[in-house]
C-alpha cells in the first residue's frame, strides 16, 4: 500500500505543477489587461494551492473512519450551504448562476463540498446497510430521496453539470454496492426525460447542444467556443508550439485557464502534451483503484469508490468538452484548471485517499 500511496501522491503533485505553468501561461495576458497584473490568477492559485495543502495534511492526520460519525452532520451543513447560496444577497451571482460565497477576495463554491460530503454520507450508508441495498425501501429509496435533494439544490443555482456529476457517482457506488440493476435502469430512465426538459426550457443549454452538433456551422456565434478549442487542439499537432506561444489565449478562447485550459496544452505541447496528462489521469485512477481493492472497511472501500468515479468522469467531461466530443459542461480538470474550491477540495479528497491506504497498514 505505501507504494501506491507514494505513486498516487507523485501523480497529484506532476497534475498540480502542470496546472501551475499552464494558469499562468493561459491567463496572464488577460489578467495583465484585466487587472494589471499578469500573475493575479497565478498568485491567486497558489493561495488555493496552500489552503488545499492544509485541507490535505488535516484530512491524512485523523483515521479517516471518525468520519462515518459525523457523514450525516456533514451532509446536512453542505444541504444548508447550498440552500443559502440560493438566498438573494448571501449568495454571489454570476453570469446568471448564484453558486458562490463570498469571503473578502476569495469565493466559495458549495457544491464542491457537498460533492464530497455526499461520498461519504453514501459510503457510510452502503457499508451500515450492504444487506438491504437491494431492498426497494430500505436500501434503495433513502438513497434516492437524499441525492434527488442534492441535485435539486445544485440544479438550482443552476449547475446541470455537477448536478449529473452528483448522480452518476452516487448511482455507481450503488451499482459496485450490488444494488438491483432494474433499480438503478428505472432511475436512470425516469432521469432523461428530467434531463431533456432542464436542456430544452433554458436557451443557452439548448445552445450548447446545438455547438456541440456543428459548432462550425455558428463558428463566430454559439460554436465560437468549440471551435476556437479545436483550433487550440489542432494548431499544436504533435510537438506543439512552445510554453507561452499560444495564441488562442489572447481572447480568442474564453476560460482558457478555467474549463479549456487542456485546449491550451494541446495548442502548447501537442498531442504528446494532451496524451501526458491523460496518462497521468490513468495512473491516478490506476493506483487509487489499487488502494480500493487492498480496503478491507467496506466505509473505506466505498469512499476510495466514490472519489476514484468523481475524478474519472471530471477528467473525461473536460478533455471530451475539449476536443468537441461531449457538449460544453463546467467541469473543471482537475489539479489543473484554475478553481479555488474545486482544487481544495480536490486535494481533499486525495488526502483522504492516502489516509484511508495509510491506515489499512496499520
Known sequence: MRQNRIYLAATVFCLICIGVVMIYSSSCVYALQDFKD???????????????????????????????????????????????????????????????????????????????????????????????????????????????????????????????????????????????????????????????????????????????????????????????SQIAIGSGGLFGVGLGKSQQKLFYLPAAHTDFIYSIIGEEFGLRGTLFIIILFIFLLWHGTRIAIRTVDSFGYYICVGILVMFGMQAAVNIGVSMGALPTKGLPLPFISYGGSALIFHMAAIGLLLNISRIQDL
Open 38 to 228: 499578469s500573475a493575479y490568477f497565478l498568485k491567486r492559485h497558489l493561495i488555493f494551492l496552500t489552503i488545499g495543502f492544509i485541507f490535505t495534511l488535516a484530512v491524512m492526520a485523523v483515521d479517516y473512519r471518525i468520519l462515518q460519525k459525523y457523514a450525516k452532520p456533514l451532509l446536512l451543513f453542505s444541504v444548508i450551504l447550498l440552500i443559502f447560496v440560493l438566498i438573494p444577497g448571501i449568495g454571489k451571482k454570476s453570469s446568471g448562476a448564484q453558486r458562490w460565497f463570498k469571503l473578502g477576495m476569495i469565493s466559495f463554491q458549495p457544491s464542491e463540498l457537498v460533492k464530497l460530503a455526499v461520498i461519504i454520507y453514501t459510503a457510510d450508508f452502503l457499508s451500515r446497510k450492504q444487506k438491504l441495498i437491494t431492498d426497494l425501501k430500505q436500501g434503495f429509496i433513502p438513497l434516492m430521496l437524499m441525492m434527488g435533494l442534492v441535485c435539486l439544490l445544485v440544479v438550482k443555482q443552476p449547475d446541470l453539470g455537477t448536478t449529473v456529476e452528483i448522480a452518476v457517482v452516487v448511482l455507481a457506488m450503488m451499482f459496485v454496492a450490488g444494488a438491483r440493476m432494474a433499480h438503478l435502469s428505472l432511475i436512470a430512465l425516469a432521469a432523461v426525460p428530467v434531463i431533456i426538459y432542464l436542456v430544452t426550457s433554458a436557451s443557452y443549454r439548448m445552445a450548447r447542444i446545438m455547438a456541440f452538433l456543428d459548432p462550425w456551422q455558428d463558428a463566430q456565434g454559439i460554436g465560437f467556443q468549440l471551435t476556437q
